[in-house]
């Protein structure tokens, strides 16, 4: 009767161990899932929406665009606002949550679905701590047109440049190259979008309805720039 050889026996190869190896590396599969349903919102989107997806692309660069949309009475609950909401909330999520993954930020010893979820939570957060200043802001100032006039802007503008930052957030995760440069891309994108609201609002409220530089400044330190300062102080020094 033949005896049987090791598969490793008369060749070449060393064999470096003597047992097998215990793989201890796990390929994750979450994110492929989460970002599978980010592009079935945008399937979805150019199936039924994709006129209306256009015309709000427009009319973040065309002022004419951008007054027809609100002549219509743009409705944050139809079904391509929701989606278009829910596609932003969720890169910016991912963006996060793969910001944090590189540079180990906050929440180090969690799994990386849980961060994901603490940064949808966070985001909800801080647009309710926003629709809440909103409020109050229309409350104080009285001046409906310019304040809805901007949240409208803002919301377009948002989801318009979620749409430029999602092919790098997918890079992002699966390319083999540097992640740091298609990280740097997607915060461009995001910084240029948050300055060219700015941008849009001091027009609106400077030249269309002729308020003062200093409400323009007093309104966006209370409704852009300081929820986002004291939440990420606050998740910075509990996290």
């Keep these: 009767m033949n005896e049987t050889h090791h598969i490793l026996h008369h060749h070449l190869l060393q064999r470096q161990n003597d047992f097998p190896l215990i793989r201890t590396s796990l390929v994750s599969i979450w994110p492929s899932i989460f970002l599978l349903i980010c592009l079935v919102i945008l399937v979805v989107l150019r199936v039924t929406s994709y006129q209306k997806v256009i015309k709000i692309i427009q009319s973040i660069f ?12 743009y409705k944050f609950f139809k079904l391509s606002s929701i989606l278009l909401n829910v596609f932003f909330i969720f890169n910016m999520a991912f963006l996060c949550y793969k910001l ?10 969690w799994s990386g679905v849980m961060q994901l979820l603490f940064f949808i939570l966070f985001i909800l957060l801080l647009l309710l701590f926003k629709f809440l200043l909103n409020r109050l802001l229309l409350f104080i100032s009285n001046n409906h047109k310019a304040v809805s006039e901007y949240n409208l802007i803002g919301s377009l503008i948002n989801q318009t440049f979620t749409l430029f930052i999602f092919p790098f957030v997918v890079l992002l995760q699966f390319s083999k190259y540097n992640s740091i440069f298609f990280l740097f891309c997607a915060l461009v994108i995001l910084a240029s979008a948050e300055i060219y609201k700015w941008y849009r609002g001091f027009l609106i409220s400077l030249i269309e309805q002729r308020i003062g530089l200093l409400q323009i400044f007093t309104y966006f330190c209370a409704l852009e720039i300081l929820p986002g300062l004291i939440l990420l102080k606050y998740i910075i020094e509990t996290f």
């Excluded at 065309?62 to 009475?73: M, V």
């Design 62 to 73: 065309n002022f004419k665009t951008a007054k027809s949309i609100d002549g219509e009475e």
């Design 100 to 109: 944090n993954s590189i540079y180990k930020l906050i929440l180090v010893k």
